[in-house]
């Protein structure tokens, strides 16, 4: 269910290691520099593509009836 309205159309045939690889994987640090809370992702630009628009879809899409 989270699969098909979390994530885009063209990764609903993706296997849940492949989406749990792609998604929770992501390798970074936190770094406060200036009173500036900086998150550097160290991933492929395609997997934080796919995380910030599961998140967005998620967070604010509307909650079923």
């Given at each position: 269910m989270l699969k098909y309205s979390g994530l885009p159309k063209e990764d609903h045939n993706k296997s849940v290691k492949t989406?749990?690889?792609q998604?929770?994987?992501l390798t970074?640090?936190?770094v406060f520099h200036a009173r500036y809370l900086i998150?550097?992702?160290a991933t492929p630009l395609k997997n934080i593509?796919?995380?910030k628009e599961a998140y967005y879809r998620l967070r604010y899409s509307p909650l079923p009836a």
């Open positions: 989406l749990r690889y998604l929770l994987k970074g640090k936190v998150v550097q992702i593509e796919l995380f």
